[in-house]
C-alpha cells in the first residue's frame, strides 16, 4: 500500500513517549514476571521428570529442587516488591522516576540470577537426556535461555550501582 498519511489523531502519543521514564524501564518488571514464570515451568517439568523415573528420594535431587523452591519464592517477593514500588503514590513523578528506573533495574536482575541458577539446577537434575528432544524440558530450556537474553544488563546493573552510590534512596 502507498500514499498512506498519518495524521496527528493516528498517533497514540507524542514523539519518543515510549522511552519516557519510568515507564519504559518499568516495562523490565513485566519482563521479569515472565522470565520467571519461565523459570517456574522449567521447576514444574524438573520435578515431574525426576517423578516419571522414580527418583525423588535421592536427596541430591531433593536438595536442588529445594534450591529451586527456594529461588522461585525468592523472584516472586522480588517481583511482588517492584510491583508495589512502582504502584507507589507520585512513582511517575520526575522525582521519583529515577528510583523506580533503578528499583526496576535492581529486580531484572535479581530476577535474572535467579532464572539462571533455576536453569543449572534443573540441567543437573535431569541430565543430558532430559536436554534432548521431544522431551518438553529442551524447549522450555532453550526458549528461557533465550528469552533471558534482554538488552543491556551490564548497564541495567551498573545504572543500580550508580544510583546507591549517589547515596540516594529507593522510599519515596
Known amino acids: 500500500m502507498t500514499g498512506l498519511e498519518i495524521g496527528p489523531e493516528d498517533l497514540i502519543g507524542p514523539p519518543n513517549a515510549y522511552y519516557r521514564q519510568p515507564t519504559f524501564s518499568g516495562g523490565a518488571i513485566r519482563f521479569a514476571a515472565v522470565q520467571l514464570g519461565g523459570a517456574a515451568a522449567v521447576y514444574e517439568e524438573t520435578r515431574g521428570f525426576l517423578r516419571g523415573l522414580g527418583r525423588t528420594d535421592d536427596p541430591y535431587q531433593r536438595q536442588r529442587l ?4 527456594i529461588a522461585l519464592e525468592s523472584g516472586r517477593q522480588w517481583l511482588r516488591s517492584a510491583a508495589e514500588h512502582a504502584a507507589r503514590p507520585g512513582a511517575t513523578t520526575a522525582e521519583a522516576a529515577e ?5 526496576a533495574n535492581m529486580t531484572r536482575t535479581a530476577v535474572e540470577t535467579i532464572c539462571l541458577s533455576i536453569l543449572q539446577l534443573a540441567e543437573r537434575s535431569v541430565g543430558a537426556r532430559g536436554l ?10 532453550r ?3 533465550h ?3 534482554q538488552p543491556a544488563p551490564d548497564g541495567a546493573l551498573a545504572d543500580v550501582g550508580r544510583f546507591v552510590l549517589e547515596g540516594k534512596e529507593f522510599v519515596s
Open 147 to 149: 528469552y533471558l537474553r
Open 66 to 69: 529445594g534450591e529451586m523452591a
Open 99 to 103: 528510583a523506580t528506573v533503578a528499583y
Open 132 to 141: 534432548l528432544q521431544p522431551l518438553p524440558f529442551e524447549r522450555l530450556h
Open 143 to 145: 526458549d528461557l535461555t
